[in-house]
């Protein structure tokens, strides 16, 4: 029972560290957000080829940014 306690409080450890992780990169310069910019008003939604210009992002990041930052209320 005690291997399984700490294996609970391994996955929660984690859990939080890889939030933390995603919030942090989440975080974009100045310099990163007006490349995004142009990129999208350039080739719209293909987050792939924008995250190609960006080195260490990933399409999925350049994505979840831009809708946070960017989303209508409706």
Do not use: C
């Amino acid at each position: 029972m005690a291997a399984s306690g700490h294996s609970s409080t391994d996955e929660v450890l984690e859990n939080v560290q890889e939030e933390t992780s995603k919030e942090s990169k989440l975080e974009f310069s100045s310099d990163e957000e007006d490349l995004i910019i142009r990129m999208y008003n350039l080739v719209g939604e293909r987050w792939d080829l924008i995250a190609g210009r960006i080195p260490g992002r990933t399409a999925e990041e350049i994505e979840k940014y831009w809708t946070a930052r960017h989303s209508t209320s409706e």
